[in-house]
């Protein structure tokens, strides 16, 4: 379909997530190039006309909502690996899985994971662990089409054996150092050069053992010589923290800072299991953490302290992980469960309140994707990332304070349309820029192809 090159929302209540943190009832949004040009009031006229009109009324518009730690290989694995221990959930299900993909499931699972992310208002997001086998270009090329902003982040690895001999990871996963870091540096030249681009290549080291000393110490030094942004998995389980007190007499921040990559540019997944002087560190050092509530909770990581750690001066966003940990990509259950079960850990109710959790999916997420000046809150000169949610819904009435329905009370179901950079992905709840038929049609037989090729018995 045609594009509009400008959009005007009207009768909207607009949950502008601005420095006021405003929220406009009956308000309209003008969307022109792009970009948010206009924001008006009720009973304000836009000042020019636009080429679609979109109704919001019964509608609230959100900023897009930023997922902080995706997998996009996972979805295709959705419902393989429930109810088991980390490490048989990993050795058994998941990475056989994962080693067995070939490129053309990598971009399928890939388009069923950013399918279901519009649908449920999802606007960008970094994606982790993108190995080789999976194809980095098909899936970049893919996140163009879906119309989507998405930071790739390409992962490098030298320890296959995660500290052990033999090696604990399939053969079909391991990446060998050289090669791996070449795929970064080309893949980073190539898509971050792109003036106004959608896709950004980032660096995702394996988690602790994954690498050896010497390849976290490069990878902080290619992150500043190129400019690109680092993302991880840290101190999700115990034994990552035995691990590193074995190997660095260290906790595992304490030696993701002393190799150099702790810092405002470094994105940090997890961290269920700190010290209270590394929730200082990841304070001081203005650190981003994605936190994964469902994924904590699901595979009994435990609970991290993220009031602490937003105390502390550090930078928080919402991650949905993977489909076999979570086992949805809807950012607006993330929400809910974020809200909740902080004020279950701490026994107090007001931790954790609606708004701060709205500005973790939205400010901060943009924040730890360092876009946070073109994205995360509705105001003019920003990139027009914007989501409708129907409020016309028997759990969505009635309201007073609208950011509390969208908080305890929504479901990523109720999100009606959903535009990003000012084109329309989705509209009436129906996906414009990636084939729904298709790619859910497709997924039951690509799964079962996968797990009968990898030989796991799930
Ligand atoms: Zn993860």
């Not at 750690?309 to 940990?325: F, H, I, K, Q, R």
Request: hydrophobic fraction near 40%; include cysteine.
């Amino acid at each position: 379909m045609a594009e509009p090159s400008s959009i005007l929302i009207e009768d909207a209540i607009i949950v502008t997530m601005d420095p006021r943190r405003r929220v406009i009832e009956g308000g309209h949004i003008l969307v022109e190039g792009g970009k948010i040009s206009e924001i008006g009031g009720p009973g304000s006229k836009p000042r020019r006309k636009a080429e679609q009109r979109i109704s919001a009324k019964g509608m609230t518009v959100i900023p897009g909502l930023i997922d902080t730690h995706v997998h996009l290989a996972q979805s295709l694995l959705r419902g393989c690996a429930d109810d088991l221990s980390l490490v048989d959930w990993l050795k058994k299900r998941v990475w056989p899985i994962q080693g067995s993909f070939t490129r053309e499931d990598g971009k399928v699972s890939a388009e069923l994971s950013m399918l279901e992310m519009i649908k449920s208002g999802t606007t960008s997001f970094v994606a982790v662990d993108v190995v080789a086998r999976y194809g980095f270009e098909g899936i970049a090329n893919a996140v163009v089409e879906a119309g989507m902003r998405g930071a790739l982040a390409k992962t490098v690895m030298d320890s296959p054996g995660y500290g052990r001999k033999g090696g604990i990871m399939p053969a079909g996963l391991v990446e060998k150092k050289e090669e791996c870091v070449r795929e970064a540096k080309s893949m980073i030249r190539k898509w971050n050069r792109v003036k106004g681009g959608r896709v950004r290549t980032w660096v995702a080291p394996r988690s602790l053992g994954g690498c050896t000393r010497e390849l976290y110490e490069e990878v902080a030094e290619l992150a500043r010589e190129q400019g690109a942004r680092v993302t991880m998995h840290l101190a999700e389980v115990r034994e990552d923290v035995r691990y590193a007190k074995q190997n660095f007499g260290l906790t595992p921040f304490e030696f993701i800072e002393k190799v150099g990559l702790a810092g405002p540019r470094s994105l940090f997944a997890h961290m269920v299991w700190l010290s209270d002087s590394d929730v200082g560190m990841v304070g001081r050092t203005r650190s981003n953490v994605a936190h994964c509530p469902s994924s904590n909770l699901k595979l009994a990581s435990g609970i991290p302290k993220v009031p602490e750690m937003l105390e502390a001066g550090a930078n928080v966003g919402l991650g949905c992980d993977g489909a076999p940990c979570n086992n949805s990509y809807d950012m607006i259950r993330e929400m809910k469960l974020a809200a909740v079960i902080q004020k279950a850990r701490l026994l107090d109710p007001r931790t954790m309140p609606a708004p701060k959790v709205l500005e973790m999916a939205t400010l901060r997420g943009a924040r730890a994707m360092g876009m946070e000046s073109e994205v995360g809150s509705i105001e003019a000169g920003k990139k027009a990332d914007l989501v409708l949610i129907d409020l016309k819904k028997p759990h969505l009435v009635p309201y007073r304070d609208i950011v509390s329905n969208v908080v305890y009370s929504a479901m990523g179901s109720d999100v009606d349309t959903v535009i990003v950079d000012g084109k329309l992905l989705l509209r009436g709840g129906k996906a414009l820029t990636l084939d729904e038929e298709r790619i859910v049609g497709d997924a039951q037989k690509r799964q079962d192809e996968l797990i009968a090729r990898s030989g796991v018995r799930a």
